[in-house]
Nanobody
């Protein structure tokens, strides 16, 4: 079965950095667009960053210049390097894999990121 397993979350002070990882199994990783979403309490889930199969990237305006998404197809892993973290970045961060349609869309269980002021 498909599994997306996130890691790297935690508690960090404002201005600090974290690196999230998401390792996939059960899919052909190189054929999937990979994304990071986040969901804060009482808020809608929002796209943070996406990296396509051709390594094109896009970011939410709120994280541009601070976050970097990357992927290693040999390791079936997507990363999110988060620098200059702010309290408003506090959320559960979820990994998403997408291959052409919602029928082939998968989610991880999420990893908590908490940024203290």
């Amino acid at each position: 079965q498909v599994q997306l397993v996130e890691s790297g979350g935690g508690l960090v002070q404002a201005g600090g950095s974290l690196r999230l990882s998401c390792t996939a199994s059960g899919i052909i990783f190189s054929l999937n667009n990979m994304s990071w979403y986040r969901q804060a309490p009482g808020k809608q889930r929002e796209l943070v960053a996406r990296i396509t199969t051709t390594l094109s990237t896009n970011y939410a305006d709120s994280v541009k210049g601070r976050f970097t998404i990357s992927r290693d197809n040999a390791k079936n892993t997507v990363y999110l390097q988060m620098n200059s973290l702010k309290p408003e970045d506090t959320a559960v961060y979820l990994c998403n894999a997408y291959w052409g349609s919602s029928r082939f869309e998968y989610w991880g269980q999420g990893t908590q990121v908490t940024v203290s002021s």
